[in-house]
């Protein structure tokens, strides 16, 4: 069992799947003599490390460790961290009770009366506290058990002097007052007075502070010293514990043992051969016949037809202790960040396909699509790198490579809107006199691009869904073809047939009059405005599908909705208006689009101010006018830039400096929370609910990647 376990482990290739119990004559193994101790050791170590705060960017060169510097070594390094640590917690201690103290003084030197004269009486009651000076005075008052007393006041500190000695709740029935505990000097504290008992106080703090400080040295110069050797010992004692600990997954008996595990179908020889050459004949390996897996069970079992590396389990009778095979996404590294993104709802199982490559083709997109702007599209590239160059965490270089993606995208829409932080400019310097081929519809003049979008969303809607149900489709042919037909292609074809339906002509004046203009040059007039210059990029004459092509979609929208119905019953009739309200579920990107377009269109109009011209055009102005009446067309905004002189102007430019900065930063952050959020909730909840259900197990092999020890 030892050399194999070595073995295995130095593969580092096999997933070891726990034995269930179910063999007769067979009971789960031991763990090899040792592995108490030296999970003991590790968890020592841990903690060592957790006390000097080290991290793997503490660790120096690899290095050999053997188990005799190991147990002196680490017995040297944990008396010298406790000692130190035990002095660190000491001090801190004293420091934090002496501030204690010191809030406890605070209101009695408010008052201004000595801390002496505050104690030792046997007739009288002192007390001091916190509350309403007059109400306690009229409570005092009132009061029956006190003869006489004194108030003394400063805002809501109080000190009371009450004759006779009485209980100050029974005096002050019905009156707030929080009392304090006054200070007992008692213990050798030469100051009285409230002040001086501060002071004295503050230099002892002041003391200790410096002796922590000369600790905190002595520990970062430890920590310095240990590290290397701590992290060596952590991931030495990582791999003797996974070694010695293995047995607890074998099936054992007196004189054999069993592990089973997963491994990678092209690295199967890898296994035998290594466990040959190392071990001979005293291990056998069989490969089991493969199967496809669904819910953790096999399903549909393949006999394999080359049994050199062990009789295969062919009467289909034996099923992984594991259930359901790990899984490792193998995505392209263009992809890899996406895994993350996908790893947030669960990784998939190994019976269904991976969403990652359709989610990085389609989340980029909807970002850029909704934020297009060059300016921001390099913001967010440059987020992105700086995530990958300082951050070594999987999950911020995941991030990264994700904002680097749609930064790419931003800037691509953003050369298409000709748009950098707002402004057109750069659609007139890339593609000439006549601007930009697309506009994101703002302004009276191109006010039919908004309604473009709002129709090019509800057509995304349809396509990334049609996708999701495509999958799901391919997902449950496992489970039978009526099944995969009756949970998804009646999803789709009611989609679709609802949809195309809702495009027709049929019942024309009942449904939008934007579905058949917008796309229809001769017809696409917006409150009388014709769509002037922008009427080439409508010229696609799409004036709604046919009644013919209309009806014929709606009879097949009904077919898919008796399929749905035969497959899920009532509940799959009440849930068919699904296909309606998730395909307008997409009209936010429209929403966000214009409203991220809006935001940057504001912080341009405070800062340069703009103006309309006759043809429905806004226009930034650039110019610093003395007169606004050069201005050709009518003043939305002068803006803060126009019509200042002298003095003025330079308050005007920094005014207007720190509002564009401050203004675009702020659309760059919400772009995130606004385009970011939106469109990954279009990947969740829309498109994955059609066919992903996830709960895979990630693959891990049993073994160590060494980075801080080596063998050599």
């Known amino acids: ?284 390996v069989d490969e089991l016949e493969r199967a496809s897996y669904e819910d953790g069970h096999a399903h549909e079992r393949e006999e394999l037809d080359d049994a050199e590396h062990g009789e295969a389990v062919a009467d289909g009778g034996h099923e992984m202790s594991g259930g359901s095979p790990p899984v490792i996404q193998d995505n392209r590294p263009g992809a890899k960040p996406f895994e993350m993104l996908v790893g947030v709802i669960n990784r998939p199982k190994y019976s269904e396909l991976d969403p990652t490559l359709v989610l990085f083709l389609t989340f980029p997109i909807f970002f850029g699509f909704m934020i297009g702007d060059v300016g921001y599209g390099i913001l967010y590239m440059l987020m992105g790198w700086f995530l990958l160059a300082k951050f070594d965490s999987p999950g911020f270089r995941s991030l990264g490579g994700v904002a680097v993606w749609a930064g790419i995208c931003t800037a691509i829409f ?21 601007g930009s081929p697309m506009d994101k519809g703002l302004e009276p003049a191109s006010i039919a691009f908004a309604w473009a979008w709002l129709v090019i969303s509800l057509v995304i809607g349809l396509v990334h869904l049609s996708i999701g149900y495509v999958f799901g489709f391919l997902d449950d042919l496992s489970h039978g073809i009526a099944d995969a037909v009756t949970e998804n292609v009646s999803w789709l074809m009611l989609m679709l047939g609802a949809w195309v339906w809702v495009f027709s002509t049929h019942l024309q004046s009942v449904k939008p009059n934007l579905l058949f203009t917008t796309f229809n040059a001769e017809g696409a007039t917006v409150a009388g405005n014709t769509v002037g210059a922008q009427e080439v990029a409508y010229e696609l004459g799409f004036a709604g599908f046919s009644e013919t092509v209309g009806i014929a979609a709606g009879v097949i929208g009904l077919i898919g909705l008796v399929l749905l119905v035969y497959g899920e019953g009532g509940i799959g009739l009440l849930e068919s208006l699904n296909v309606f309200v998730n395909v307008l579920s997409y009209t936010r990107i429209a929403a966000v689009l214009l409203a991220k377009a809006g935001m940057a269109f504001v912080v341009n109009l405070l800062v340069l101010g703009a103006y309309q011209d006759s043809e429905g055009g806004v226009h930034f102005i650039y110019n610093n006018y003395d007169s606004l009446d050069q201005v050709h067309g009518d003043i939305m905004f002068s803006g803060l830039l126009n019509g200042a002189e002298g003095a003025m102007f330079v308050v005007a430019i920094l005014a207007g400096a720190l509002i564009f900065v401050v203004g675009h930063v702020l659309v760059l952050l919400l772009g995130i929370t606004s385009a970011g959020l939106q469109g990954i909730r279009l990947e969740y909840v829309e498109f994955f609910n059609k066919f992903y259900d996830g709960g895979g197990k990630p693959y891990r092999p049993f073994g160590y990647e060494r980075r801080y020890t080596t063998e050599d």
């Not at 953003?414 to 006549?434: K, R, S, T």
Request: hydrophobic share 40%.
């Open 1 to 284: 069992m030892d050399e194999t376990i070595e073995a295995v482990h130095e593969l580092n290739l096999v997933h070891v799947t726990d034995y269930d119990g179910n063999w007769e004559g067979f009971s789960p193994g031991n763990p090899v003599e040792g592995a108490e101790d030296a999970a003991s050791k590790l968890v020592t170590v841990r903690a060592l490390e957790s006390t000097l705060d080290i991290t793997e960017e503490d660790a120096g060169r690899t290095r050999i460790i053997d188990d005799d510097e190991l147990e002196s070594e680490l017995e040297e390094t944990r008396t010298r961290v406790n000692e130190i640590d035990d002095r660190r917690s000491e001090l801190q201690t004293e420091i934090r009770e002496i501030e204690e103290k010191i809030g406890a003084a605070r209101p009695f030197a408010a008052l201004g009366i000595d801390l002496d004269l505050l104690l030792g009486y046997d007739s009288l009651t002192v007390a001091v506290g916190e509350g309403d000076a007059d109400e306690i005075e009229s409570s005092l008052a009132e009061s029956e058990a006190v003869d006489s007393h004194e108030l003394y006041a400063e805002g809501r500190y109080v000190a009371l002097f009450l004759y006779p000695a009485v209980d100050i709740e029974e005096a002050l029935v019905g009156t707030a007052f929080t009392e304090y505990e006054i200070p007992d000097l008692g213990n050798g504290e030469e100051a009285t007075s409230p002040e001086s008992y501060i002071e004295e106080l503050t230099h002892r703090k002041q003391r200790l502070e410096s002796e922590l400080e000369t600790v905190r040295s002595q520990i970062a110069e430890l920590k310095h010293e240990v590290a290397g050797f701590l992290l060596a010992a952590e991931e030495k004692l990582s791999i003797e514990v996974q070694k010695r600990e293995a047995p607890l997954t074998f099936a054992v008996t007196e004189n054999a043992f069993v592990a089973e595990g997963w491994v990678p179908s092209e690295q199967v020889d890898d296994l035998v051969g290594t466990l040959d050459a190392r071990i001979g004949d005293h291990v056998e």
């Open 414 to 434: 953003g050369v298409l809107y000709g748009e950098f932080f707002g402004l057109h400019e750069l659609g007139y310097i890339v593609w000439g006199e006549g």
